[in-house]
Structure formats: structure tokens, C-alpha cells
């Protein structure tokens, strides 16, 4: 790699590490509304919704497309992160 391209390379890092940060504080944010979703459910059943992700799938699926964005990239992303918020419900299930 050539110097000006491993300058280049080290610009867009920076930027990627800055984001990386950024989505951090979303997930925090993400995962403390789920914390209230989680106090509102009465059941261990209720933890998982089908119709709702197979909904969030689709609407992401769809806007994926209409930002030109890969849409495997994005499916694979939400669905890890709708498996992840699933275990962490389950981990933090605490009711009668």
C-alpha cells in the first residue's frame, strides 16, 4: 500500500472509530428502553414476538433498499441484534 493511500486509510478509521462510538451510545440507549419493555411484560412467553420481527424485518428490508444500502448486511445486523436483545430479556426476566 502506498503512503497516500495508508493516510487515507488512517482518515477513514478515524471516522469509522468515531462512529463506532456514536453507535455505542445508541445501543445504551436501545437497550435501556428495552430494560422498560422488559418491566411491562408479565410472562417469559412475551419475550419473544414473531409478527414484530418478522414487521421490523421486513420495514428494514424495505428501507434498505430505498437508502441503497445492501439489505443482507442490514437483515444480518437486525437480526443479531434482535437474538441478542431476546437473550438479554431472557437473562433479565424477573417475575412471579
Not at 21 to 48: A, G, W
Not at 56 to 82: A, E, G, Q, V, Y
Request: charged share 45%; proline share 2%; aromatic share 8%.
Amino acid at each position: 500500500m502506498s503512503p497516500k493511500n495508508k493516510k487515507k486509510l488512517e482518515i477513514i478509521r478515524a471516522k469509522l472509530d468515531k462512529l463506532d462510538n456514536k453507535l455505542l451510545s445508541l445501543i445504551k440507549y436501545r437497550t435501556n428502553l428495552v430494560k422498560e419493555v422488559l418491566k411491562l411484560k408479565e410472562f417469559k412467553k412475551e419475550i419473544v414476538d414473531k409478527k414484530r420481527i418478522n414487521f421490523i424485518l421486513k420495514k428494514i428490508h424495505s428501507k434498505s433498499k430505498k437508502l441503497k444500502i445492501d439489505p443482507k448486511i442490514t437483515n444480518r445486523i437486525w437480526k443479531n441484534m434482535i437474538l441478542s436483545y431476546i437473550d438479554y430479556e431472557r437473562r433479565n426476566f424477573k417475575k412471579k
